[in-house]
């Protein structure tokens, strides 16, 4: 399971260097063998790089990355939504459907700052490059994306949220838990996630996590879902500042125009899941279809 991670990462690495290079010539639409002579690789090496991610060309990947694309995306997720929200589910066709179960914060465990509370933390190799990941006996409270192995950024993130909490580093265990995360497509053992936050940031994650897999939506959709369309800025806001990457998808929200938006982990990370999430859910469909 290490090895194949570490190649996962070692992938993830060289579709960054790539998609990094087709965003900057997209009006171009490079080739194939124009791409793979840029970046220093052979033509059958870029293609087995693609086809393992996502079953296409780099052009065609790009192609699922556009403005325009985007917007087409918006407009076929609507009714998908609308009714997933009706019904109070994310959706019977998810590909990749993790069972969460949310625990928030007490406002006693709050106010403690995390006293007597232990937090397990390690690092580990996924396919959007290294990840952070902390969690107490109740569940995740800490997933963060970061550019260098050990990197102490999101260690400090987590000392600052509970300056009084014993964290310890456990690398084991961090590393089952991204591997559960981002290797354990359908499985049937639920995920927990600790969650701090206002009750309003709470309901923010909480609607994000209804989001089918390869759809998109945009901030205004979302602020209607938890209060009315006045509060775009506000949960804006409460996106930015999920502390949970990937497992609640705020990567799936974009402008109503079609643009992306930020992201905190990185806008051609939030790209790469975009699009990777756009063909599998393209391909499924067709596969249902024949």
């Not at 790009?62 to 994310?90: F, H, I, K, P, W």
């Amino acid at each position: 399971m290490e090895q194949h991670s570490l190649q996962s990462h070692r992938e993830y690495q060289q579709i960054s260097q790539a998609m990094a290079y087709l965003l900057e010539h997209q009006q171009q639409q490079p080739e194939l063998a124009e791409l793979s002579a840029t970046l220093g690789f052979s033509e059958s090496h870029m293609q087995r790089l693609f086809s393992r991610w996502v079953g296409v060309s780099p052009k065609r990947f790009l192609q699922y990355l556009t403005l325009q694309r985007a917007q087409q995306q918006l407009a076929e997720s609507n009714s998908v939504l609308e009714l997933a929200y009706d019904l109070g589910l994310s959706s019977a066709g998810r590909l990749y459907d993790l069972f969460v179960n949310i625990a928030a914060v007490t406002p006693g465990e709050a106010k403690s700052l995390g006293a007597g509370i232990q937090i397990f933390y390690g690092w580990g190799p996924t396919p959007f490059g290294w990840a952070f990941v902390a969690s107490t006996t109740r569940g995740i409270c800490q997933l963060s994306f970061c550019e260098t192995e050990h990197d102490s950024a999101p260690l400090d993130e987590l000392n600052k949220a509970w300056p009084k909490a014993q964290c310890c580093l456990d690398e084991t265990l961090g590393q089952q838990l991204l591997s559960q995360v981002f290797d354990g497509g359908n499985s049937q053992q639920p995920l927990s996630l600790w969650l701090k936050g206002t009750n309003f940031q709470l309901q923010v994650w909480q609607a994000l996590l209804k989001l089918p897999f390869g759809s998109l939506c945009s901030y205004q959709f979302l602020a209607e879902q938890v209060s009315s369309s006045n509060a775009t800025r506000a949960v804006a806001s409460a996106v930015a500042k999920n502390p949970i990457a990937f497992i609640i998808p705020c990567h799936r929200v974009i402008r109503s125009s079609g643009a992306l938006g930020g992201y905190r982990w990185g806008l051609e990370r939030k790209q790469l899941m975009m699009g990777r999430e756009a063909v599998f859910s393209e391909r499924a469909l067709n596969d249902r279809a024949s």
